[in-house]
């Protein structure tokens, strides 16, 4: 082997190694690219280093990605999704696991119209997780259906996993936002047939909401809150995602007007003043930056991994993998599944990802199916354990009561369940080809 492709496979190591270490994930990337490139060829290497840079903050495509992140913070911290949770919990509380339909739903909504994960989380955890046990619901149960709505966001346009996967994969936001349409919805029909059928099975584990607590609205009542509090956002989502893959507006475009949507939606509910802006803009500002940090400083890992023959040696590993194309393909999901358990979306996107896509684009593969296949599977990372961010964002705000054993417990069926859901998508290309292909993109 030669000695470049050794030094490829020690920087591989040795930021695996800092990084259990506790040191953060751009420094990780910046000090292992810039340490053995150098090594390997000296400064020359990093000649087309600020070009690289330069065209990391100057993509278009990614102004995209504060704002949806502004839009998601803002819907938060207007407490929309407390009123739809409400809203949709009392028309379905008749249902055994009622609730848990209406967290589902919410998951959906707030998926749709900001894709932020953290935040569904911690917002539906701090005003249901609780509520929702003391009315009966098992606790592992509750745990898994608030977390697993949660990563909704993930794969429901617009999602920043979407964006991100587009500039690493060369595909439009358009094309992406289309092909993960059915797919994301598809997941989270799944989920609620899941719910549905615990109702019927263990009905103890997801009751009904009283007669009595539901009986303070009429029907009359109940449809005026539920247009009041339902369609707002149902039209901001239709503003945004038909504006992007109806190709009206770039998904630059349909940001920036969905941002300004989520001020609007703030103000309508009477909970918009200067304290809220001002939260929602630095929230929005420190977790964009954190991004674009790992953006920028995955450049220099990038080139010097690809300098040093390490995309050659990806390749020619990839070839000996047996089954063809479809063994590749279960390799790299298997491969992105096990690093799920350990590494963020983010870091998985931007240091396993980049490794093996020459091999696909190759193939002839379709890059917009495969960007699917990717982000699903990128989605089980925030519920595997022992790192599962939804685990952590949940414990954070969950009542004492509630052990992390029971969360971990909870979450188990809706791995499965993306597990199913991504084996679907696997083996029937359409559900992510076909809305792209029909509308032309």
Known sequence: MPYTEILALCMIGAFFVLLLGGIPVAVCLGVTGFAFGYAGFGPMLFTLMPARIFGVVTNYTLLALPLFIFMGIMLEKSRIAEDLLEVIGLAMGGLRGGMALAIILVGVLMGAASGVVGATVVTVGLIALGPIINRGYDAGVASGVICASGTLGQIIPPSLVLILLADIMGESVGTLFAAALFPGLMLAGLFVAYVLLLGVINPKAVPAIPQAERAQYTRRDLALKLFKVVLP????????????????????????????????????????????????????????????????????????????GGEHLVQTAFGNVPGGFNGQIFFLMLLLFVLGFFLEWIEISYIALPLFLPVFLSSGADMAWIAILVAMNLQTSFLTPPFGWALFFLKGVAPPSVTTAQIYRGVLPFIGLQVIALSLVFFFPGLATWLPETIGW
């Not at 703030?266 to 003043?273: K, M």
């Open 233 to 308: 956002p149902l039209v901001l989502i239709f503003l945004v995602l038909g504006s992007i893959i109806g190709g009206v507006a770039a998904p630059t475009e349909a940001a920036s007007m969905g941002a300004f949507g989520s001020i609007v939606l703030a103000a309508l509910s009477g909970r918009l003043n200067f304290t809220i802006l001002r939260d929602a803009v630095r929230a929005a500002f420190v977790t964009s930056a954190m991004v674009f940090l790992i953006l920028i400083f995955a450049q220099p890992f990038g080139l010097a991994f690809r300098g040093l």
